[in-house]
């Protein structure tokens, strides 16, 4: 004998087992915090996205300036980009270095991501 999953469902229902309203529950977003977050709603200034040469034997790296932020907040958006890029790269004092000459590409991805780009 075959029960049909719409009659299944019916008495699940009936039973009490699953609430009529299919309504999420309301959340305070107030309390809500999601800690990885990369958005870039708290950054006020713009970020600076420059390429540079100097002092790495003439490879070309992508330098992000001006971030506004915990160490952490910097370290996950450069896990982030590095990600999206496929490519290696590294912080320090504030700045995301990214490696080989993809300025256009790091743009992109800040400003979907909420960021102000220069």
């Not at 915090?33 to 970020?47: A, H, I, R």
């Not at 420059?50 to 790495?56: A, E, M």
């Not at 160490?71 to 896990?79: M, P, T, V, W």
Request: charged share 30%; net charge neutral.
């Amino acid at each position: 004998m075959n029960i049909d999953w719409k009659d299944a469902l019916g008495a699940l229902k009936s039973s009490g087992a699953i609430p009529e309203d299919n309504s999420p529950e309301p959340t305070d977003e107030s309390s809500q915090k999601d800690e990885g977050s990369t958005k870039g709603s708290v950054q006020k200034s713009p970020l600076y996205v420059i390429t540079d040469r100097k002092g790495r034997k003439g490879k070309t790296a992508t330098i992000i300036e001006g971030f506004e932020g915990s160490d952490d907040a910097l370290e996950s958006l450069a896990k982030t980009l590095k990600q999206k890029l496929g490519t290696g790269g590294s912080t320090r004092d504030g700045e995301i270095l990214i490696q080989g000459d993809r300025k256009n590409d790091v743009t992109n991805i800040l400003r979907s991501l909420g960021y102000k780009t220069k």
